[in-house]
Structures are given as structure tokens and as C-alpha cells.
């Protein structure tokens, strides 16, 4: 079985099989740490809680649109 080395700008790896079948498989990134990061928390928080008034409020609309909490299901 011949492989391709990934380059860093490639995305996907080519394998050719012994009878001549070609494979594509993902290409992992290698990792990045940031060791200064120490926000994250309270991102993520911030995050979280704005996604979610988001998702409240889309349930309020569709309510006052369709009376219905989660329309066709409930």
C-alpha cells in the first residue's frame, strides 16, 4: 500500500490500495495550545447564556406564531 505524506496545507491524505482503489481520510491538524488563555471560562459563560436567550426567545416566537411551544410537536 503506497501513501502520501500530508502537506500542511492539505486537508485530506490520498491511500491507493494494492488494487488501485483510492481512499480519502480526514486530515488531523495538530493540536495549538494558547498558555496565556485564561478567559475562557467566563467566554464560554457568556457564550452559553446568549445562546440560550436566543433559544427562549425563538420559543416565544414561534408560540405567539403558531400557539404552539414546539410547532407540529407539541
Do not use: C, H
Request: glycine share 6%.
Amino acid at each position: 500500500m503506497t501513501t502520501s505524506t500530508p502537506s500542511l496545507t492539505a486537508k485530506k491524505s490520498l491511500v491507493v490500495s494494492e488494487d488501485g482503489k483510492q481512499n480519502m481520510f480526514a486530515y488531523e491538524a495538530p493540536m495549538q495550545l494558547e498558555e496565556n488563555y485564561t478567559s475562557y471560562p467566563e467566554e464560554a459563560e457568556k457564550a452559553n447564556g446568549r445562546w440560550a436567550m436566543i433559544g427562549f426567545m425563538a420559543l416565544i416566537m414561534s408560540y405567539m406564531a403558531t400557539g404552539q411551544a414546539i410547532p407540529g410537536v407539541f
